[in-house]
């Protein structure tokens, strides 16, 4: 029989009553996992509206060894819900780390070509699709490796700062980018395009790649069901897809009995849920997870 999960305080300190801590959801480790010896691992982080998700992986192994979820904390910012945490966490905020990823999730970024890219301009790229709170925001941006792409994005002040400041020489980026580095990995060259949808609270995120190269990427706003079949279908008319013939992925919080997939099943003829990203390896305390949840923060471990 597997090892019982870990108590609560093998992961968190006696709780602060004067900070918001978000409410766990999930709390999944390995038992190999060493929290003395940080450099063997690397720390991968994803901050939005679905709360904080925190995901490990053993670098030497190339497995993830921990994956943890926090629903977000009501009228609390992002920066606060993240310093909230890692006041009572022995993995968030500590130093030592092989490698740290943080990818933010918001509708505020775009993509340029990266022959059109030029520095020092990142702000006025990102104006022409959002209007930059320069009090409470900052304009980041990521380079795809081997892709051409420059992405630009808008990020909370205070939680911008605080990884810097916490994790100087390591990387933030937008959701999409880690969502782009997953869907092209799990394309094949020469292949059909696929169309990948990654669903969150309210909002879905629609990439189609043709021949291991992202050719469309955008988020979209829904309240209904109906609103979110529409966007799908836009996007495949506008891209000469075939919704009988040209298959959808789907990952992302949703269920297979949901309304939103029972829409998608009855409008697209093949429509699946994703898989993990391949060629990483992912430990057994996982599987209490579906696997085509978390994408984006597995897919961290793709991006350099």
């Known amino acids: 029989m597997p090892p019982a999960e870990p108590p609560v305080s093998a992961f968190l300190a006696p709780a602060d009553s004067a900070l918001a801590l978000p409410t766990a959801l999930h709390r999944l480790r390995d038992e190999t996992l060493d929290v003395g010896n940080l450099a063997g691992y690397n720390l991968y982080l994803s901050a939005g509206a679905h709360g904080l998700r925190l995901g490990v992986a053993d670098v030497r192994r190339n497995k993830f060894v921990a994956l943890e979820d926090y629903a977000a904390a009501p009228a609390t910012s992002l920066a606060g819900q993240v310093q909230a945490l890692s006041a009572q966490h022995d993995l968030l905020g500590q ?67 605080w990884f810097e400041r916490t994790y ?16 092209v990995h799990q394309s094949e060259r020469q292949g059909p395009p696929r169309l990948f949808l990654s669903v969150g609270p309210q909002e879905v995120t629609i990439v189609v790649v043709r021949d291991k190269r992202p050719e469309f990427c955008n988020v979209f706003a829904f309240s209904t069901a109906e609103d979110f079949i529409y966007y799908v279908i836009l996007v495949m008319q506008e891209l000469s897809l075939n919704p009988d013939d040209d298959p959808v992925v789907v990952y992302g919080d949703l269920l297979h009995d949901s309304e939103l997939f029972s829409v998608l099943r009855k ?15 992912y430990s057994y305390r996982l599987n209490d997870v579906f696997e085509y949840r978390y994408f984006e923060l597995y897919s961290l471990h793709l991006c350099e």
Do not use: C, M
């Open 267 to 281: 409008y697209i003829r093949h429509v699946r849920f994703g898989n993990r990203p391949y060629d990483v390896g």
């Open 95 to 161: 130093p030592g780390w092989n490698r740290v990823r943080l990818a933010v999730q918001n509708r505020h970024f775009t993509l340029l070509p990266a022959p059109l890219f030029r520095d020092g301009d990142e702000a006025s790229y990102l104006r022409l699709h959002h209007a930059v709170d320069a009090q409470h925001e900052v304009v980041r941006r990521y380079r795809h490796p081997g892709q051409e792409v420059v992405s630009i994005f808008a990020a909370e002040k205070t939680l911008a700062e």
């Open 168 to 183: 100087p020489q390591q990387k933030l980026l937008h959701q999409t980018s880690a969502l782009l580095e997953g869907v």
